[in-house]
């Protein structure tokens, strides 16, 4: 079992519903369902993907995707968004989030680190 192994157990044992898809020259993209969001988004909830890249965990994750139709509640779209860059290898239309992680350290982050930071994000509406 490697560290994407072991990673993906503890995210799953933490939030449930976790689908994961290995993507050639890109790593294994992650799919958590119905994330729960707070009032100023237009939906109760929205689906999350991200990215554990090649060399994951020293290389460390980078930017996350949500629905394509998620926008605040005013209609406008969120900060730090575009609609038209999807993740490499993968066909589905969604909504990324230029959101990084700084700093990360490969000896005591994990997909939950990330996904934490993802919840962050996504807990401002803006």
Same mark, same amino acid.
């Given at each position: 079992m490697g560290p994407i192994d072991l990673h993906l157990e503890r995210l799953r044992a933490r939030i449930g519903d976790v689908?994961?898809?290995e993507v050639a020259g890109t790593g294994w993209v992650i799919r958590i369902s119905a994330v729960t969001?707070?009032?100023g988004w237009n939906k109760k909830s929205t689906h999350i993907s991200l990215v554990a890249p090649q060399g994951?965990? #020293?290389a460390?994750?980078?930017c996350f995707w949500a629905d394509l139709d998620l926008r605040l509640a005013n209609g406008n779209i969120p900060q730090n968004t575009q609609i038209n860059n999807?993740?490499?290898g993968?066909?589905?239309a969604m909504l990324? #989030?230029?959101?990084h992680v700084d700093p990360w350290n490969p000896n005591r982050d994990d997909l939950v680190t990330w996904f934490t930071l993802i919840k962050q994000r996504l807990s401002?509406?803006?």
């Open positions: 689908t994961v898809q969001l707070p009032t994951y965990p #020293f460390k994750p980078d999807p993740i490499p993968v066909p589905d990324w #989030f230029s959101w401002k509406p803006q």
